[in-house]
């Protein structure tokens, strides 16, 4: 049980840190990052020429297009339009249950706008048990399965089945637009062993294949984003050292950098004072390194003003050089979002159909013990377990 | 282990819940269902011996107050008078909210929602059918969870409602709003009958009198009511 009364000083402190971080000093960075994108605004390619010349120890995007201080506006969608979208939920491997098998959720939906047709809206629970789902072997290594796995193969699933949703859906004759919750930067996958990186990148490089050969975007939707790329960018352009930053051989090193004038700021913040309701940034390309291993499907991001929120739009390289598509991704996350209060709202109904709450997750187990009992499988939870179920006072 | 093939030959049907609801979440259209369950109006989600609740096979298509229903259960024909209607949220969780759109403009726009709404109906177990014969009776069993239920077609209508009995049976339900239940029987009842419907509802009038005979106001109440439609409004 938590003693709520006992966390109540850390919470009122914790408040207190909290609205001290958005004071002058914060505001004084944010206020010194906008200075930077408007300087670089049009000259971009000069900003990108420094990039190319640097050595930074973050994480930066190449800059595909400009302005950068300004939005573009949302086109209007088609009258006609599907959306596909998929999420995932897991009931997590527990061994401390009866059996250590895990489950994988996703929840489908198909929305059809512009005409009276019934959307799909649907869930398939998928269970895990045999051992090579259990105990896989990668790197020549048996390793039981952990969450961190779990996880990961509940995002690619999420992946293959949105591509197979909108290549069926258009195949039905509809024109389809792919939407999934969270990154299409599968960063999980560095320092991973080779073979698991190699079985993955097929599923997902095949994923992209498919829908860019039928010419149907997808997009990742990342709401409430933290990453801080394109501010990245700014702290090398922002970095007076001769021929480019060189972050291991920072002459301030031990002191405050120049660079640290925009510190601690994100994109979502940076974008928020420039973008209004239903514009989009420039376009940029990420960087991370797994995406070395994507193959031709290199992932772009753009920033949106989604109404609420400034939510992050990522896209791969088909849809990110197809002027149509990008517009139609565009269009579509606007109008999304103004449907669903502000986030899109295909992707809060994947979201019910996938979640796996926690009284479904006890029936479940509750279940399994039964249909065990009933035919007379052996099966024994941990006493933690039982413990946790009988508490005794 | 890192997810199945991408094919891109699958299709739209192969997304569907594993143990698809025909009621209310298969995008299939109604009218690709034949056999003697495509006539049905919906399905027994909570029965007892003298009511029982049903899904409406479609959103808002329950039948009308006051109609006459029969249940299909393991070899029994219920029948039963629908009294109560209403469409909500499926989702217990989840509640309708005013989109200031009109119904054309959200099923276009939103067109989710109406996947999340079902209209239920309630029945008021009144007999079963024996053959032909309708026996005033409450049936041995109760109606069986998921049985579908049909409208009664204009015959069984007649058979239910040839026998006053079923007048007594509405006036001692409780929990309805009787009188009003009464006269939209009665007016189902008389639909059913061509011609001879003023004989008709001089039997009936008469049995109300007899069970009425202490609630004068009421009786007038109902009979005036009824002499309304006698004059040609109903028939």
Known sequence: MLDLSAVRH????????????????????VRVAVTELQRWSSDWPALQQQLDRSRSSWMVPRI????????????????????????????????????????????YVLLHYGTDERPLLSSRPSLYWRDDDLYPQWG?????????????????????????????????????????????VFWGLEGRPPDFRQASLTALVSSFDLLASRRIPIAGYISRPGSPEVVNALRVGICPVEGGADCDRCPWLGQVPPCASVESV????????????GERSALFES??????????????????????????????????????LLQLVHATIIDQAAKGGGYPVSLAEAHERAVVRGPEREGFYRHLEEVFVRNDVGARISRKSLRKRTVGV | MTGSEVTGTRSLESFLDSDTRPLSRSPIPDDQDSGPAAARVGEVVESSTTTLIAEARRLHGAPDFGAFVRIESDGQQLVGVVHNARTQ??????????????????????????ELLRTQFEVLVLGYLEGEAMVHRFPPQPA?????????????????????????SLLEAP?????????????????????????????????????????????????RRMTTWGRGEAS
């Open chain 2, 144 to 168: 069986r969870i998921h049985s579908f239920v049909f409208p009664c077609d204009a015959a069984q209508v007649r058979v239910v409602t040839e026998d006053p009995q079923f007048l007594r």
């Open chain 2, 175 to 223: 929990g309805v709003p009787t009188d009003e239940l009464l006269l939209a029987t009665l007016r189902h009842a008389l639909e059913q009958r061509q011609g001879s419907t003023r004989d008709y509802l001089g039997v009936m009038g008469s049995e109300l009198s007899r069970v009425l005979r202490d609630d004068y106001d009421r009786l007038s109440s109902l009979i």
């Open chain 1, 266 to 277: 994100s994109d979502a913040v940076l974008f928020r004072q420039i973008l209004q309701p």
């Open chain 1, 10 to 29: 850390q919470i009122n402190s914790m408040v207190a840190d909290h609205a001290e971080g958005g004071t002058a000093a914060f505001d004084a960075r």
């Open chain 1, 64 to 107: 595909v297009s400009g302005p950068l201080a300004q939005g573009c506006t949302a086109p209007d969608r088609p009258e006609r339009l599907s959306v596909a979208a998929t999420d995932g939920s897991q009931i997590f491997p527990d061994r401390h249950e009866i059996s250590p098998c895990y489950l994988l959720n996703i929840g």
């Open chain 2, 89 to 114: 949220s499926s989702e217990p969780n989840r509640r309708p909210m005013a989109y200031g759109k009109t119904e054309a403009e959200l099923r276009r726009e939103q067109p989710q929602i109406f």
């Open chain 1, 287 to 324: 960087g991370s390194r797994v995406l070395e291993d994507y193959g031709v499907h290199q992932i772009f991001f753009f920033y949106i003003h989604a109404g609420d929120e400034i939510g992050r739009v990522e896209v791969p390289r088909y849809v990110a050089e197809d002027e149509e």
């Open chain 1, 140 to 184: 020549g290594r048996r390793t039981a399965i952990n969450r961190d796995m779990v996880g990961f193969r509940r995002s690619l699933l999420e992946l293959t089945e949105l591509a197979e949703l909108a290549a069926a859906s258009q195949a039905a004759g509809h024109e389809t637009v792919a939407l999934t919750d969270g990154t299409l």
